[in-house]
């Protein structure tokens, strides 16, 4: 079942992913990263983290994505991007080998260090797993407990993200001179 | 009296500033006549300390006067001192009597000359540094009026500087005389290094005590001889003297051959002890190179048509006889004939200054001819001067001539063989030239005629201050033997006199078969003389055989282009390529490396290309990079 | 602790201190100087130039002075002052003057005003004061500091007063020259700095605190020999730039050629001993076996440069270049005295640096009078000068000998000691380096005879004679050129008992022995030889 | 509900956060009082910046003096160290926010008024800067990063008129977001190693780990991703690549803030996690910082050397001053001697530098950042000497000549390397040092030896000459008395664990 | 017998790094903004996959506590990024990435 489940989600994952890549047109790229954002929500869910499991739909492929599609649409910049064409031919082979040397290092250092993975280290309260909302009032706890500085220190990346669309949003005058 | 040694440099120092301060005021020719009583002054000096020299036991004739420590640096002690001795008051006598003279003569010569003060000064600052040349007390003292000659030589050789070959041949006796001061630096350096001092007393004690060891002490000789080779033109450093001859008359009469040349006869003379104390080869080496240069010199002297040229390479070869003599151990020998030399050659020149004057500077023999009538005086001196070069009995030049060649036989057959030619071919030329200058056709009608400007000038005799010198000088040349004649012990009066200084390198031949069948050489060389000026004659006088004079004996075996031809060939490709290597290869690699760098920045620059995604790639690469070490760590 | 240990160093040394702080305000009064013309109004150029004069000319009166009081027999620092600077750093505001630099601090003090009376910058003339006046407490600071990093800083700060002079008053390619001066000379310094600090942080290793001070890390510390070694190294390549040795010369002809003539005095009269003086002081007494070690390949490099520099000055045919390349050739015998470690040679190699700064100064002061006059420095063009200005042909001519090393002028009393010590403990390098003095000759006197003798061409037929300011500044030149070749006593006498110490030094902490005459005296045991009257 | 009762609350030390909570309290203010009160005047809102930012920096002096008295020590459960480190660069940054608020306002452009954002932006990029000097914890960390770098983004792209600030902006957001995901990634792996987020708690149980033994490879991977996340922060090569456009088409006081704050707060970021958290694993690191040290200086000057445009070669110089950073850290990395303090001294005096440079840039470029180019500095020494001889001051600064407070910055991170032995990246950097230095000397030539394209006269904000005075002044007394702030900074030190 | 596989904490993980490789290849290889952005968003996601995976394999709940300020982070980030993708936008309307390059060399 877990396989099964893994094998799903992670197909849905990379499908998506793929999609992001290749699909000319930015709609269609939206809307398969909207698929691989359900498949981590997919995954989050059999780690038993249902609390990001549904931030992650609503936020990410409920929020975010929609808000990327409204820009797409405002902009009307759905015209498709022709990917066949690169102008810099050394582009894409280096591209290539960044990617798979990123994802080759991560996988061997992973593989490597699989041993570490099993232990436990505490800091999960095991006993409580078996309640409906564990998940939540874990996250919460820590959230509130030993990270509150960082979810206070979120509403100034909030404040920054306000006044940024403010300042973005302003209509320019066109005085003075620009090159 | 000895305590005025000072006064003896001092006087003409005084005149050399005086000039330089109101030269001008004084003008001609009261600038002429202030330094002429100047060098005449310290003619008296010496002269004065000269018989209070004589009048002291032979072992006490040596004073040193001390004006100033110099240079003293740890063990290095230079002081500023004179030494008065025989050697020294010898030299300085004959520099100041001859210098005044000459002085005197340029008085006339140079009248009218633009720079009659300025050549004065030179003259009065030559005869300073002469002085502090022979009466030094150290080898540092000798080397400041070493230097000092040379540069007032290469003053007075270019003193017409306007003219191309006079500055051209002031700057190559310079950078010549140069190549043997380095010879006698190091010869300094050698000496300090192994005794600690440059005094001469140091020094020569070393040498005579024998804690000088013989292979410093041949170092030290052959150094020197290197800086006498430069200094008295021999071979292979002569190359200068020949073209000096573009100075003023005095200046050659002075300098090219009565003093400034002999100052390195003079050194080695100083340094006898050492040159004793040196491996043997190296006399041989200083006789063969004397020779040589004589008969050298006398073979170029024999094919010469420049009047002062014949006499400079006449010069050359006498001072080859001077280094035979000090290489075969005949130091008196030596000094007696740079003395009888310095008459008759200071007489020569002034004399050939005379007829160029009265030639209004004409120097082609080819265009002479007959002057005697004309010049009488000139013509009278100059016979004078040329039996005395040429050898005749009993005219000076015989008398020291012939000693050398006594010494030179007892040393080595064969270099008294070359001894004897180079007599031989010196009497043929001195003859050539009288006869050319003096008798035969009066060829300079033609010459007058050619040049329509001098048209109605006939040659005409010297004023008074010209001829007064040539008289003073040819009684010199006659009589000049007297102080060295060869009858008996006791007429050995310059061998008496100069005893203390020379006394224990003098070489002994008594025993000898020379010795005892010295009148037997003598007698050889007389014939030789006589032959020499019979052949002369018999070929420019009276046409019997034709003359040989192959070109490449005017060319001085081409010896002098020679070395210009490299100098100005290879020699300046070497050195301009010495410069381009300068520019292209070390200021090259320094701007290559700027270039590089240029380059470097523009190739980075193209990946600086603008586009974020190849921004994306660069750091992404660079990522790569990093993480595949922390990979290679973590694995490893 | 630390403070008690510069008390007691300051104690030990102080026993010349007088009340007058004579060294800072050496360094001082020309910075203020800088300032001040630098604040003075445009609109009166005279009182800036009066004001540089006075301070440059006060500078002067103040080394004169320091010079008159210096005490000849002592070997070690005088005037010393001593006051913490950077106390995190153990570096510490060190000044002190020995027989080493005592007369390279005269020669600043004399050369400056000379170059502010009697040169024309022609433009900006407030500007080329101010950079003059700094250029000086640079240079002091260089000569006098007694903490290395005190010393480097007023070495590479040298620099940039000097950038501006050749870049903003130099001739047509100046930026280039400048460019390259700065940068060359930079790439010398960057060694030295990690040089220094790393003496200092080893010496720390050693001592047990941190200090920068020359004196107590010479005397004090020691460091092995490889590290040594090292250290010196970097030390060297500074230096070598700056003397400049064969082959990190090539700044040396553009800087020269291309700067005003003021400047090329400055460069070269006090600027290149920067270089010839840090060997020594930082050379040989921080790292004697270091120095010993590196002697064959440094005496080398110097013995190369004096042929190939005069080599390379004969071919030249602008004649700024030519006496640039000169340079070339008789720092190479500074530097060849400098490591041939004996007290003449290192006697000699100090007069050496007041000679080449007197005689190469006074030559390019000439030479810029013959552009002054002519706008033009190539040989070529010039012709037959003599003949239309004999007293300006006269003096050349005496500056020129004094080049060349005619004995009697001060050129050759600085050469002779180099080369007769030297022959001591380098016998066959100083052999070779003593035909420099044949090319010497021919350089100058070709030179000499192209520009001089002859026919004046119409061009030159209208040089103008000597003026009266020109012709008393050259006084002072040609009167310095001679009296010291005639009478170089007094100097000898300041000298050497620093050289004398510094052998000392060196013989103690290497395994080099000074040769020692049987006629003479010994340095190692006579340190304050008095002279033979 | 058992749950809620066994949940601790963390203490939070309101005191020791004082400069952040003035900062917070300002960026506020501003934006309240600017939106609410009508005819608010225009010179208000650079005044309350600045008051804010000094009264934070007046409270972080505070902090440094109370700091005398106990060791550093971290707060809110751990996720904020105040020590000596961290105040200094609150310090640095509230410093770098005052001049950065002059000229802002010196900068802004008379149509579109001065807009209250970009302060609002350059005090909440205040925070985040200050978050990342004091982050003990790779999450706040993260956030202060993030807050850092959104606000740059903004304040990059602020300038709406000119098309270069938007592509500037662009860039560096997204280059900014993908090196923020290497750094997150990094942060992850760090976690799967040590199932701590927290500096301290890594270091601990990397400390434990090395007696345990088990593969690093996904340790050490996660601190490979956070030094390529750090190093593009701080613009170390070959992570630099983003800077040079970024900083030309920023307004020009945005990257004067950019160029110093930023990299302060980076820098504080990076030295706190290597030195701190994963000083065990020095050996692996260390060599990776060498290389990017000497890449950096070598990138920086080399690229410099052909550019015509003197905010680019600003910007490179910038990337040639990372790197004599990064040779702090390398030295600091040994765990022994100054480099710490080097690399600290190095910032503080790099922030005034640069500030004034970038001030003298506003000078002669103008409100509307149109004369960056060399041509605009020609014959600059004929029309303004002052600023000539100012711009002079602070360029011989970079490039490292002594009687400046650059040379101390340069003599302190060199005699940082020199005294752990690391005689090759001290070499490296000073040879490196010469060849930036003819960038240098290429302004230099421009404005005194070149005759200027213009006569017109330059009119001179008076807030920018005082920023230019200030940064001169600073340039020139620590150069000559190094002392004043070398005894201070010998001080820093991160809290212990 | 599928049943009997259960996928490891290493399975999340190499798939993580996998999203986070194709993520970081879109950013290199495409043109338009805000594809690239979306790519960007592809690579903290696998950030956060890890985050999740490596909190359940340590039983460490902080790794979940992370992801969730990930978000918030992402959150504002894709205001800000869009914020300043429409400015341009609306300046020059479907411009791709290649186009800014006003800012080279």
Redesign the interface.
């Known amino acids: 079942m877990e396989l099964f489940v893994f094998v799903v989600a992670a197909a849905m994952v990379l499908g998506g992913a793929l999609g992001v890549i290749t699909r000319s047109n930015p709609v269609h790229a939206a809307l398969s990263l909207v698929l691989t954002l359900f498949g981590i929500a997919v995954m989050f869910v059999s780690h038993d983290a249902q609390f990001l499991a549904a931030v992650q739909v609503i936020v990410y492929a409920g929020a975010i994505v929609v808000l990327f599609l409204f820009v797409i649409m405002l902009l009307g910049v759905d015209r498709t991007e022709d990917v066949n064409i690169e102008p810099i031919t050394v582009q894409r082979p280096l591209a290539l080998i960044v990617s798979a040397g990123v994802i080759g290092?991560?996988i061997?250092?992973?593989v490597?260090?699989r041993?570490?993975?099993g232990r436990k280290?505490g800091?999960l309260?095991e006993t409580?797993l078996g309640s409906p909302d564990a998940n939540i009032?874990?996250v919460a706890?820590e959230i509130?407990?030993?990270?509150?500085?960082?979810f206070e220190?979120?509403s100034?990346?909030l404040?920054?993200?306000v006044?940024?669309t403010?300042?973005?949003a302003?209509r320019?005058?066109?005085?003075?001179?620009?090159? | 009296m000895l305590d005025l040694v000072w006064l003896i440099p001092a006087l003409p120092l005084t005149g050399f500033l005086l000039i330089l301060l109101f030269g001008r005021k004084l003008g001609d020719p009261f600038a002429g006549v202030l330094a002429t009583v100047m060098t005449a002054s310290s003619f008296v000096v010496v002269a004065g300390i000269y018989f209070e020299l004589l009048s002291l036991p032979s072992e006490e004739r040596k004073h040193v006067v001390t004006l100033f420590s110099w240079i003293p640096v740890g063990g290095l002690q230079v002081d500023m001192a004179l030494l008065a001795d025989p050697l020294s008051i010898t030299m300085a006598l004959f520099v100041t009597g001859i210098g005044a003279l000459i002085h005197l003569y340029a008085i006339g010569y140079m009248h009218g000359d633009a720079k009659f003060p300025k050549f004065f000064m030179y003259l009065n600052l030559f005869i300073f540094s002469m002085l502090m040349l022979v009466l030094g007390e150290n080898l540092l003292v000798t080397f400041l009026g070493w230097e000092g000659v040379g540069a007032c030589s290469y003053f007075l050789i270019s003193f017409w500087h306007t003219r191309d070959s006079a500055a051209t041949a002031g700057k190559k006796a310079f950078v010549t005389n140069r190549v043997g001061d380095w010879g006698m630096l190091v010869a300094m350096f050698l000496a300090f290094a192994a005794v600690g001092t440059l005094s001469y007393e140091g020094i020569n004690h070393a040498a005579e005590s024998g804690s000088l060891a013989a292979v410093t002490a041949t170092g030290i000789a052959m150094m020197l001889f290197v800086g006498a080779c430069g200094k008295s033109a021999q071979l292979p450093l002569f190359i200068w003297l020949p073209d000096a001859m573009e100075g003023p008359t005095p200046v050659s009469a002075l300098i090219h051959a009565a003093t400034m040349v002999t100052s390195g006869v003079f050194l080695l003379t100083r340094m006898a002890p050492v040159l004793h104390a040196a491996y043997p080869w190296s006399s041989d080496v200083i006789a063969t190179v004397g020779a040589l240069t004589a008969l050298f010199a006398a073979t170029i002297a024999v094919a010469q048509t420049d009047i002062k040229k014949v006499l400079a390479y006449s010069t050359v070869s006498q001072l080859g006889f001077m280094f035979l003599a000090i290489g075969s151990g005949a130091y008196v020998a030596a000094i007696f004939h740079m003395v009888t030399h310095a008459f008759f050659k200071a007489l020569l020149f002034m004399g050939s200054g005379s007829v160029i004057h009265g030639m209004h500077h004409e120097q082609d023999m080819r265009r002479m001819g007959a002057l005697r009538k004309v010049m009488p005086i000139t013509a009278i001196t100059f016979i004078i001067g040329w039996l005395a070069i040429a050898g005749v009995p009993p005219f000076s030049g015989f008398w020291s001539k012939d000693e050398i060649l006594l010494y030179a036989f007892a040393n080595n057959r064969f270099l008294y063989f070359i001894g004897v030619l180079a007599a031989l071919l010196t009497a043929f030329y001195m003859t050539r030239q009288v006869i050319m200058v003096f008798f035969g056709e009066a060829r300079w009608h033609d010459h007058a005629e050619e040049n329509g400007a001098h048209g109605d000038h006939t040659p005409h005799e010297s004023p008074w201050t010209m001829t007064a010198p040539l008289v003073i000088l040819s009684g010199l040349a006659i009589t000049g033997g007297v102080m060295q004649l060869p009858f008996s012990k006791e007429t050995h009066w310059l061998e008496h006199w100069l005893e203390p200084v020379v006394h224990h390198s003098e070489a002994n031949i008594k025993g000898t078969w020379a010795y005892d069948n010295k009148w037997l050489l003598l007698g050889l060389a007389v014939l030789i003389a006589s032959a020499g000026i019979a052949a002369s004659i018999a070929v420019y006088a009276k046409g019997k055989f034709k003359a040989i004079e192959p070109q490449v004996l005017a060319d001085a075996w081409r010896y002098d282009s020679s070395v210009s031809a490299f100098v100005g060939g290879p020699g300046r490709r070497a050195f301009d390529a010495v410069a381009a290597f300068d520019a292209h290869i070390v200021d090259g690699a320094v701007v290559g490396v700027g270039t590089e760098?240029?380059a470097?920045?523009?190739l980075?620059?193209k990946?600086?290309n603008?586009l974020?995604r190849s921004?994306?790639a660069?750091?992404g690469?660079?990522?790569v990079?990093?993480?595949a070490?922390?990979?290679l760590?973590?694995?490893l | 602790m630390l403070s008690t240990l510069i008390q007691s160093a300051g104690a030990a040394t102080e026993k010349t201190a007088v009340a007058f702080p004579i060294l800072s305000a050496l360094i001082l009064v020309p910075l203020l100087g800088a300032v001040l013309v630098t604040l003075l109004s445009n609109r009166r150029p005279e009182y800036v130039k009066f004001t540089a004069l006075i301070v440059s000319a006060g500078t002067g009166a103040m080394s004169l002075w320091m010079l008159a009081k210096f005490d000849s027999h002592e070997a070690g620092f005088q005037f010393v002052s001593q006051h913490e600077?950077?106390?995190?750093?153990g570096i510490s505001w060190h000044l002190g003057v020995d027989g080493i630099s005592l007369f390279l601090v005269v020669l600043t003090g004399i050369l400056f005003p000379l170059v502010i009376v009697g040169v024309d910058p022609h433009h900006d003339e407030k500007r080329y004061l101010g950079w003059i006046l700094l250029l000086e407490a640079g240079v002091m600071g260089s000569f006098l500091s007694l903490d290395l990093?005190l010393f480097?800083?007023?070495f590479?700060?040298v620099?940039?007063p000097m950038?501006?002079l050749i870049?903003?008053w130099g001739y047509d390619k100046?930026?280039y020259a400048?460019?390259k001066f700065?940068?060359y000379t930079?790439?010398g310094s960057?060694?030295m700095?990690?040089g220094i600090?790393?003496t200092?942080?080893l010496a720390q290793r050693d001592l047990g605190y941190i200090t920068f001070d020359l004196v107590k890390i010479a005397e004090e510390a020691t460091f092995g020999t490889n590290t040594a070694r090292w250290l010196f190294l970097s030390f060297a390549i500074a230096f070598a730039v700056k003397v400049p040795i064969f082959p990190l010369h090539t700044w040396l002809p553009d800087a020269h050629t291309q700067a005003p003539t003021g400047g090329s005095i400055i460069l070269a009269g006090v600027l290149l001993k920067m270089g010839t003086y840090g060997f020594l002081r930082f050379g040989l007494y921080l790292f004697p076996a270091a120095a010993v070690w590196a002697k064959p390949v440094i005496l080398t490099l110097a013995t190369i440069g004096i042929i190939y520099g005069a080599i390379a000055a004969t071919m030249q045919t602008d004649l700024k270049r030519l006496v640039a390349y000169s340079s070339v050739a008789h720092l190479g015998f500074i530097v060849l005295g400098t490591f041939a470690i004996t007290s003449q040679s290192l006697t000699g190699s100090v007069m050496q640096m007041i000679n080449h700064g007197v005689s190469t100064g006074a030559l390019f002061l000439l030479v810029g009078m013959i552009y002054e006059r002519r706008h033009t420095r190539v040989i070529a063009e010039l012709k037959g000068i003599q003949s239309v200005a004999p007293i300006f042909a006269a003096a050349f001519m005496v500056v020129m000998l004094s080049s060349v090393g005619v004995p009697g002028l001060n050129g050759f009393v600085g050469e002779f000691l180099i080369l007769i010590g030297s022959f001591e403990t380098a016998r066959w390098w100083t052999i070779i380096a003593a035909t420099g003095v044949i090319l010497a000759a021919l350089y100058l006197l070709w030179a000499y005879q192209r520009v001089f003798h002859g026919e004046p061409d119409e061009a030159n037929s209208t040089f103008k004679e000597l003026t009266l300011r020109e012709g008393s500044l050259l006084m002072v030149f040609i009167g310095l050129i001679v009296f010291t070749g005639l009478f170089p006593k007094p100097m000898l006498n300041r000298i050497e008992p620093s050289v004398d110490k510094l052998v000392k030094h060196v013989e103690l902490h290497s395994d080099y022995k000074a040769p020692v005459h049987k006629g003479g005296h010994s340095p190692a045991t006579d340190t304050a030889h008095e002279g033979g009257e | 509900m058992v749950?809620a009762a066994?949940?601790?609350?963390?203490e939070?030390a309101w005191g020791a956060l004082t400069p952040l909570l003035i900062l917070?309290g300002g960026?506020c203010l501003l934006?309240l009082l600017g939106t609410l009160v009508p005819r608010w005047p225009r010179v208000a809102t650079p005044t309350l910046t600045i008051v804010t930012a000094l009264a934070a920096g007046t409270a972080a002096c505070v902090q440094w003096n109370n700091l005398y008295y106990r060791k550093g020590y971290s707060i809110?459960?751990?996720?904020?160290s105040i020590d000596r480190f961290s105040v200094l660069i609150t310090i640095i940054i509230t410093v770098a926010v005052a001049l950065g608020a002059l000229l802002a306002s010196a900068h802004h452009?008379?149509?579109?008024g001065d807009?209250l954002?970009?302060y609002?932006?350059l005090l909440?990029s205040a925070?985040?800067a200050v978050?990342m000097g004091s982050a003990n914890?790779l999450?706040?960390l993260?956030?202060?990063l993030?807050?850092l770098s959104?606000?740059l983004?903004?304040m990059a792209?602020?300038d709406?008129?000119?098309?270069?600030s938007?592509?500037?902006?662009?860039?560096y957001?997204?280059?900014g977001?993908?090196?923020?995901?290497?750094l997150?990634?990094g942060?992850?792996?760090v976690?799967?190693?040590t199932?701590?987020?927290n500096i301290n708690g890594i270091a601990e149980a990397l400390t434990e780990r090395i007696a345990v033994g088990?593969?690093?490879?996904?340790?050490?991977?996660?601190?490979?991703?956070m030094?390529?996340g750090l190093?593009?922060k701080v613009s170390a090569?070959?992570?630099q690549?983003?800077t040079?456009?970024?900083y030309?088409?920023a307004p020009t006081s945005v990257t004067s803030y950019m160029a110093s704050a930023a990299k302060v707060a980076a820098f504080a970021a990076l030295l706190r996690i290597f030195i701190v958290g994963l000083e065990s694993r020095v050996d692996?690191?260390r060599?990776?910082i060498w290389v990017l040290a000497v890449l950096s200086i070598f990138?920086g000057s080399?690229?410099?050397?052909?550019?015509t445009n003197v905010k680019?070669m600003l910007a490179y110089s910038s990337i040639s001053h990372a790197g004599f950073i990064l040779v702090g850290v390398e030295a600091a990395a040994h765990m022994e001697g100054n480099g710490l303090a080097a690399s600290a001294t190095y910032l503080a005096i790099y922030t005034m530098m640069v500030m004034g440079s970038f001030a003298i840039l506003i000078a002669v470029a103008g409100?509307?950042d149109?004369a960056t180019t060399l041509d605009a500095f020609k014959g600059l020494a004929k029309r303004r000497p002052a600023l000539a001889l100012a711009f002079s001051t602070l360029l011989?600064a970079q490039a490292g000549?002594?009687?400046t407070s650059g040379?101390v910055a340069k003599?302190g991170v060199?005699?940082a390397a020199?005294?752990v032995d690391s005689?090759g990246i001290?070499?490296a950097a000073?040879?490196g040092?010469?060849?930036g230095?003819?960038l240098y000397?290429r302004i230099?030539?421009s404005m005194?030896?070149e005759e200027p394209e213009t006569q017109e006269p330059l009119e001179i904000p008076t807030v920018v000459s005082v920023v230019i005075g200030i940064s001169v002044a600073f340039t020139l007394v620590i150069g000559f008395f190094?002392?004043i702030l070398?005894?201070a900074i010998?001080l820093v030190r991160f809290a212990p664990l | 017998m599928l049943s009997v596989i259960q996928p490891t904490s290493s399975w999340y993980?190499i798939l993580a790094a996998v999203l986070?490789g194709i993520?970081?290849f879109g950013?290199m290889v495409r043109r338009n903004?805000l594809v690239?952005?979306m790519c960007?968003e592809l690579?903290?996601n696998?950030?956060n996959l890890?985050?999740v995976t490596?909190a359940t394999?340590?039983s460490?709940i902080?790794?979940q506590?992370?992801v969730v300020?990930?978000m918030v982070?992402a959150a504002?980030?894709v205001v800000?990024?869009l914020?300043?993708?429409v400015?341009?936008m609306r300046?020059?309307n479907g411009i791709t990435?290649d186009d800014?390059?006003?800012?080279?060399?």
């Open positions: 290092i991560v061997a250092a992973v490597t260090s041993d570490l993975l280290v800091g309260d409580t009032r874990q706890r509130f407990g030993n990270n509150v500085f960082a220190l979120t100034v990346l404040l920054v993200a006044i940024g403010v300042l973005m302003r320019v005058k066109s005085g003075g001179a620009g090159k | 760098v240029r470097a920045s523009g980075l620059r990946v600086q603008g974020v921004y994306a660069i750091i690469l660079g990522a990079l990093v993480l070490w922390f990979l760590r973590g694995v | 600077w950077i106390r995190a750093w990093f480097f800083i007023f590479e700060i620099l940039v950038y501006f870049g903003g100046r930026i400048a460019t700065f940068l930079m790439f960057a060694f700095l990690v600090i790393a200092a942080v | 749950l066994t949940m601790t609350a963390p939070i917070l960026t934006l809110v459960a751990d996720a904020i452009d008379d149509a579109n807009p954002e970009n609002a932006l909440t925070i985040g978050v914890d999450i706040v993260f956030l202060g993030e807050i959104l606000s983004y903004l792209a602020s709406r008129r000119r098309e270069e938007q592509e500037s902006g662009l860039k957001f997204i280059l977001g993908f090196a923020s995901a290497f997150l990634y942060v992850a792996l976690y799967g190693a199932a701590s987020t088990g593969s690093d490879a996904m340790l050490l991977v996660g601190i490979g991703l030094l390529v190093g593009f090569a070959p992570f690549i983003w040079p456009d970024v030309e088409g692996d690191w060599p990776v990138v080399t690229m410099a050397v052909v550019q680019r409100k509307n149109t011989f000549v002594p009687f040379f003599f060199i005699k020199v005294e005689y001290s070499i000073m040879v040092a010469v060849i230095a003819f000397l230099v030539v005194w030896m190094p002392s070398l005894d010998e | 993980l986070f993520g970081a950013v903004p690239m952005f960007i690579m903290l696998a950030v890890t985050f490596l394999a340590l460490n902080n790794g506590v992370v300020f990930v982070v504002a980030e800000v990024g914020g300043i993708i400015a341009i300046r020059r990435a800014l390059s006003a800012l080279k060399g």
